[in-house]
């Protein structure tokens, strides 16, 4: 007998025709109360291939348990509903996360919804650390779950507060922006934060003609050839190991398929893949242009996650990936098995001891000021 069975249980009464009550409990939960309501006088059987309960009380043989077994999507809908919980989910998530999750969306849009969530008293966050930690930094009073404790961006961990300091002597009157892809003990050593949506937005609107910015070179470079100023990177090379993977070799080889296609392009990406680009954008970025576009095919170069949001909001447009082995593993470590123990118990939490986050969330909330 599976011990640890969900079951959705109706109690009813043989005797008559409507429903005396109605409880979800687990099979455990279940024995423990049908023993403690009828003083042990209660046996359980299992009738079926562990879909129906039934109860046999001793002088209480009118009394049955019909149970039925409740999928892993029905288990984290009642967990949510009972724990007053949302799921926030990044584009890169698995297409079964993004089904049932309350918002799908870019770094900047999933910190933006975790900030004026009202209701909410926990946020899982299915997405990786650094992320997990800005909503942990912008929301102070509620629990932060990360469902995969393993789920690390490598580009954050990059870029450490010893680099930082050692640029800051070479060029001390520039200021420090960094993507949000940083951990928050480095974001509070920046000035200012910024996503891929509003990078040169943000680098525009410092007061400097030098700037320090990283983790990622290919953004830098990016944002250097938008603003004309001079980015300095720090690292030198530091780089997302799957947007790397995109190389302008391929695109050719699609557009011979599909001469018409937009090519949508992450500035995560190489410059030789921004130089080929008809669209450069962070991931909801790309959702937007893709549906105000008229074009029908689209190339898409950044992780293969967001085909799935894409094609659902667009049924009459084809989106193919500019490498179809363009995975970020760490995103892909959450699961709906993973999200659904997060949940249930309440792991794993995130927080920022409050010395680091107080710096951190100036930054984050310096960059959201900007309009
Ligand atoms: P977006 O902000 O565009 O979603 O990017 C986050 C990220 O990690 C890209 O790899
Ligand atoms: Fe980090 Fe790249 Fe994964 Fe984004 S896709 S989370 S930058 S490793």
């Not at 990044?90 to 870019?106: L, T």
């Not at 947007?243 to 937009?262: C, G, S, W």
């Not at 309440?346 to 909330?365: C, F, H, M, N």
Request: hydrophobic share 40%; aromatic share 8%.
């Amino acid at each position: 007998m599976n011990r640890n069975l969900v079951c959705r249980c109706e109690l009813r009464r043989l005797d008559a025709t409507s429903q005396d009550d109605l409880v979800d409990m687990t099979f455990v939960d279940l024995a423990q109360w049908t023993a403690s309501a009828f003083e042990n006088k209660a046996r359980l059987c299992f009738l079926g291939k562990g879909i129906y309960l039934s109860v046999r009380l001793e002088g209480f043989t009118n009394y049955v348990l019909k149970a039925k077994v409740m999928t892993l999507v029905e288990k984290i809908d009642r967990l949510k509903r009972d724990k007053k919980a949302i799921i926030l989910a990044h584009n890169y998530q698995r297409p079964e996360i993004q089904d049932i999750a309350d918002y799908v969306g870019d770094s900047i849009g999933l910190s933006r919804r975790a900030m004026e969530e009202k209701e909410a008293k926990i946020i899982v966050f299915s997405a990786v650390d650094f992320m997990a930690e800005s909503a942990a930094i912008l929301n102070p009073d509620k629990k932060v779950l990360l469902p995969t404790l393993g789920a690390r961006c490598p580009m954050a961990q990059m870029l450490t507060v010893e680099q930082i300091k050692r640029w800051k002597v070479l060029y001390p009157l520039a200021p420090v922006v960094l993507y949000v892809n940083t951990l928050a003990s480095v974001k509070a050593y920046c000035d200012v934060c910024c996503t891929s949506a509003n990078a040169v937005k943000v680098v525009n609107s410092v007061n400097a003609e030098t700037v320090l910015f990283g983790p990622d070179h290919n953004l830098a470079e990016y944002v250097r050839r938008k603003t004309g100023k001079t980015i300095i990177p720090i690292p030198e090379r530091g780089f997302c190991p799957t947007h790397m993977l995109f190389q302008p070799e391929d695109v050719h080889v699609l557009k011979l398929k599909y001469p018409d296609a937009i090519v949508m392009v992450h500035p995560e990406c190489t410059v030789e893949m921004q130089d080929i680009a008809d669209f450069i954008g962070s991931t909801s970025q790309m959702c937007r242009h893709a549906k105000k576009s008229n074009a029908e095919t689209f190339i898409v170069a950044t992780e293969e996650g967001i085909i799935h949001r894409l094609k659902k909001e667009n049924p009459g447009k084809q989106f193919v990936s500019a490498y179809e082995d363009a995975v970020c593993p760490n995103m892909k470590l959450n699961t709906l098995e993973r999200l659904y123990t997060s949940l249930k118990e309440e792991k794993y939490v995130i927080t920022v001891p409050e010395p680091v986050a107080k710096k951190a969330r100036k930054a984050l909330e310096k960059m959201f000021e900007l309009k």
